[in-house]
């Protein structure tokens, strides 16, 4: 009875860690997103 609950705390563990991985991939993306925008905005605006 014990193996099956340290299975499932293990299986939730690496669910939190993918969940956390891929939300800060996707903070990464959006970054990048708003660094392109900003770095086209300057340009416009030098030119």
Known sequence: MLIPSVLLNLCLRL??????????SYLVELLHIF????????????I
């Open 15 to 24: 669910k939190y860690i993918h969940v956390i991985v891929k939300g800060q």
């Open 35 to 46: 660094y392109v925008l900003v770095k086209l905005r300057f340009d416009s605006l030098t």
